[in-house]
C-alpha cells in the first residue's frame, strides 16, 4: 500500500490558490539590502522571501538560507497553495516553514501529498493530520518509505495495536521524524532486567516515548537512581519516577528539596511524597510556593497534607484550588460540612469537576447563592 501511496500520480495543485500569493521578484532589491549576492552564497531571494512571507528575523533567514535557496517564488508559493488547499491556516504554515524551511523546496504531488495520503490510509482524521503536521512540521521534510512509515511500523509493534500507535503519533508526532531502532529496544531491555513487567514497558512508550529514545547510559542512571529511592519495579509509579528522572538533573533535584524543605518539610518527608507522586519534583518554584502559601498560610491546613497528597502540584491554583478552597471556606463557616462527616480536605481538590459541583455547589446553591461566584472558573 505504502508504494503505492508514493507512486499514485495525484493531481497537481491548482493555480487559483497561487495566485493568492503576492510575487516576492520585486523584493530582491528592496529587502535586506547589505546583503552581498555576489559573495558566492548565492541569490539573496529566499531571505528575502523567509523575512517578507513568514516574518523570519534576519538572522534566522540566513541560517535558513543554507538550506531553502531558490531564486523565484513558484516552488514556495506551490508549497503553501498545497498546505491551504488541505485545510492549514496561514498561521499553522507559518508553524510549519519555522520547524523546517527545507518543506519549501519539496514538490507537492511528488513529496508532500503522499505523506498526507498515508496518514489518511490510517484513518487519520483531516484535522488530525493538520495538527500532526503542525505539531511538527519537519515531518514533512523526512522520507515516507525510510523514515515515517517504518518508524510507525515500530510504534505499532511496539504497543501490540495499531489504534495505540495512531493515538501515540498524534499525541506525539515528533517521534515519527525518530530513529527509534537505535536506542528503545536497548532501553526497553534495561527495564526488564530491573524488574519491570512488559506491560508497564510498553506503558511507559504510550505515555512519555521521548524517556525510551534516551541514550541507553544515561537511561539506565534513571533507572538505577529511581530504584535506589525506594520504587517498586513492578508498579507503574516506578514508570511515573523514570519519566520525572529524565528532567530533574542533581542540581535542578536539590533546588526543588531546599524549595520545599524551606516550608518545613524534612528529606524523609519529600522522598515519601516524591514516591507517591513523582511529578511534583518538577513542578515549577513558582508554583510550589503559590499552592503550599495557599493551603497553609490560607486555609490554615496541617502542611502534612501535601505530604499526604502530593497530587495537588499537578492541580491549577487559579482554576481549581483557590475557587474550591473558598467553597469549602464558606460551607465550614456557616457549619454545613457537618452534614459531610467523613468528607476529606482533600476530596475537595481532587475529585472531578462534576463531582465537585454535585457534592459540594449544587445542594448549597439556594441557601448559599454566592457559591456559584466563587467558581467563575465552573
Known sequence: MLSLICRRNLGSVSKPYLLQ???????????????DSGNGNGDPFAASYLIERFGFSRERAIKAYALVKFRSSEKPDSVIAFFKEHGFSDAQIKRVVEKGPLVLKLKPRDSLLPKI????????????????????????????????APTFEFVKNMLKS???????????????SQDLKKNVPLNAEIL??????????VYLFKRHPRSLISSPEEFKKRVERVTELGFSPLTTIFILGVIAMRTLSKP??????????????SEDQLLIAFRRFPQCMITSEEKINGILGHII?????????????????????????????????????????????KTNITTILKISKKSFLEKFVSP???????????????
Not at 496518514?119 to 515516507?144: C, H, Q, Y
Not at 526488564?192 to 514497558?201: H, L, Q, S, T
Not at 448549597?364 to 465552573?378: G, H, I, N, S, T
Request: charged content about 25%; overall charge positive.
Open 162 to 176: 495499531e489504534k495505540d500507535a495512531i493515538q501515540a503519533i498524534k499525541r506525539f508526532p515528533s517521534i515519527l
Open 192 to 201: 526488564r532486567k530491573a524488574g519491570v513487567p512488559e506491560i508497564n514497558v
Open 117 to 148: 495520503e498515508f496518514f489518511r490510509s490510517l484513518g487519520i482524521s483531516d484535522g488530525d493530520i493538520v495538527k500532526i503536521i503542525t505539531t511538527a512540521g519537519f515531518i514533512m521534510t523526512r522520507s515516507l518509505e525510510n523514515r515515517i
Open 364 to 378: 448549597f446553591a439556594d441557601e448559599v447563592p454566592e457559591l456559584l461566584k466563587l467558581c467563575p472558573c465552573y
Open 252 to 265: 535542578s533535584w536539590n533546588k526543588k528539596m531546599d524549595i520545599y524543605k524551606r516550608w518545613g518539610y
Open 21 to 35: 500569493f503576492p510575487s516576492f521578484s520585486s523584493l530582491i532589491n528592496s529587502s535586506i539590502p547589505d546583503f
Open 297 to 341: 498560610n490560607k486555609m490554615d491546613w496541617d502542611p502534612l497534607v501535601f505530604i499526604g497528597n502530593p497530587v495537588m502540584m499537578s492541580l491549577s491554583l487559579e482554576k481549581n484550588i483557590i475557587p474550591r478552597c473558598s467553597v469549602y471556606q464558606v460551607l465550614q463557616s456557616k457549619g454545613l460540612l457537618q452534614i459531610k462527616k
